[in-house]
């Protein structure tokens, strides 16, 4: 059973619009989320993370957006650029985890 | 230094090899972990140590056998791998074993087994 999921295996935008990248989760005691960004043939790189004290959380072009009634968090990247173009996997544990639960990944391919 | 070190960056091995990956951060954090990442699927937790002390074992089988000889090291000993473990393997590190920490991943070491 996944407890995280990436519905939407990939995305395509075009360069300056808005990517939103969303992500939803079924487990009630997750309590912090993360977005992790991986390019081919390299480890994960941390993006941006939310608690679920909070609703929102900006960082540059990056906003992470958590939705707790709805068990459902978003990445939204504006402007997006060509170097965006990579997997996005959201991450979740809860306050007993010990490490990180993945989805599947998002791949973003923006185009210019 | 933010950083989560990965040797080697590429490995290939036979069957009945034995190789060691190796793992180094300086971020004084307690916590590191191995995960095993196969194409186009997200990293699957192999092992966490925390302070030094192996706290998780993901039902890993034994050909694969992870070492932390001090707080910065975190090795994986490699013995009788089948070519189904091909795969990358992700070293991570994080403050402590504790919900909110961030972790930071290592480049990863692409094993290849033949």
């Known amino acids: 059973d996944q407890q995280v999921k990436q519905n939407s295996p990939s995305l395509s935008v075009q360069e300056g619009r808005i990517s939103i990248l969303n992500c939803d989760y079924t487990?009630?005691?997750?309590?912090?989320f993360l977005w992790y960004k991986k390019y081919p043939a390299e480890g994960p790189t941390f993006l941006i993370s939310i608690s679920s004290i909070k609703d929102k959380n900006e960082d540059g072009r990056f906003t992470v957006f958590l939705n707790k009634s709805a068990k459902h968090l978003s990445l939204h990247i504006v402007p997006s650029q060509p170097g965006d173009s990579a997997v996005y996997f959201c991450a979740a544990s809860d306050q007993a985890g010990t490490a990180l639960i993945f989805g599947k990944g998002t791949t973003l391919s923006v185009s210019s | 230094d933010t950083e989560v070190t990965q040797t080697p960056k590429h490995l290939v091995m036979g069957m009945t090899n034995k190789k060691s990956l190796k793992c180094e951060q300086h971020?004084?954090?307690?916590?590191m972990y191995w995960y095993k990442q196969k194409a186009k699927k997200p990293p699957e937790l192999m092992f966490v140590?925390?302070?030094?002390?192996?706290?998780i074992n993901e039902s890993v089988p034994s050909r694969f056998s992870p070492e932390c000889p001090n707080s910065s090291l975190l090795n994986l000993h490699l013995h009788a791998l089948q070519p189904e473990d091909s795969a990358l393997y992700l070293c991570a590190s994080s403050q402590d074993v504790d919900s909110g920490d961030t972790q930071y991943f290592g480049p990863g070491t692409r094993l290849t087994v033949l």
């Open positions: 140590y925390s302070y030094e002390k192996l706290s």
């Open positions: 971020m004084g954090h307690r916590a």
């Open positions: 487990n009630s005691m997750f309590d912090y």
